[in-house]
């Protein structure tokens, strides 16, 4: 068994990216004691979550490594923030070298930006993380890495091209569209990196647990356009900016595609599992997703808006209008069509089940985006001609 977390860490400097302060930070943490746990991309939405869970146990030693930091708290017992990216020169080597687990979270995780940007989303979540999966190898680090459900393409396929309900880890066929169609960039990369990581399990002893996340939603997630961000974010962000600014929620090609959601706090109770749980998790592939919350994106609009208006009586009825996918996304986007995670694996290693409705996680997200963002974008003047029932 691996040794379990105990003495205290230290320091929460913080310095800029690449910078021979940053590589001082990391090398001047302890040497000795209990496990180190380096999570890069500390700082995003996951990040924001899972970092914080970690603190909250005695003895926890953690790096929180990323660019920005603005949506983790700060002074959390136990974590050393470094402010680095891990294209930084050296910097994976640095962090190899001191943690003992690895837990890598970065990638520009967005649809909106896999046809528009596909050569940073493919060095974002394969290039750029080659070298630290060769790195855990050589130094015997374990790694805990993020891929995604998209990799699994359209729909749940069996090994005979026959569909099936479930999307099941080790059995499912990964089916991505044709090569214009660019929106599969993102899951053909992490495909790729998945396969990697594979390899070097198999071949070079590497110690890994490979997490594939379905539709994690909570607070904190992505940003409002025009607020913290630019650009188009993950649905639920859109929706919520939708609900803020008092515009039309956009169906993409009608919404009748289908997620399966699963609230952030039980995603990161099952990420602390398997970092408890190495012999089990490892060399293992895990989908981590709630089969019960399938909806379709139609019925998420619909509960969103409901869930909105509940705490703001007085906001206009949000509206629904349908896009195609091309004029929101533009050339080259392709949709999931559904999505639903076999959910065995996960309930059989980790002792996990989800839980949560979407009519139990809705409401706390919804007054998190309200505290917030509301004055910020009621500050907006256009806001506030579009939306008058906002205070
Ligand atoms: C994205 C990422 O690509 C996945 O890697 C990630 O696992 C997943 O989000 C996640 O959140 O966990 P996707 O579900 O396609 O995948 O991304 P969203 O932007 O959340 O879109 C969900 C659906 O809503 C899509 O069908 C999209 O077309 C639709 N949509 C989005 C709308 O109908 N209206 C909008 O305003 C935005």
Redesign the pocket.
Known sequence: MRPKFSAPADGRRSSRPGSAAARANITRLPTAGQPRIAILGAGGFIGSHLVPALALRPGARIVAVDVVFDKLPPGLPGVERVQASIRDSGFLDAITARADIVISLTAM?N?ALYNTRPLEVIDASYTDLVPLVKLCAERKRRLIHLS???VYGRRALRADGRPSRCMDEDRTALCLGPIHRERWT?AAAKQLLERVIWAYGRHHGLEFTVVR????IGPRMDFIPGVDGQGIP???A??MHALLTGQDL???DG?R?R?SFLYVDEFVNALLHIVDRPELCQGQIINLGNDKNDVS?RTLARKMASAFRAQRPNARAPRLRTQT?AE?YGAGYE??IVRIPSMAKAARLLDWRPNMTLAQMLPPIVADYLARYESRVAGDPRARAIAPGLP
């Open positions: 995780c649809p995604t459900c998209e993102y996340p379905f539709n994690v993950r649905v639920l859109t929706f956009v169906l993409v919404g595609q997620r994106i996918a929101f949709d999931s």
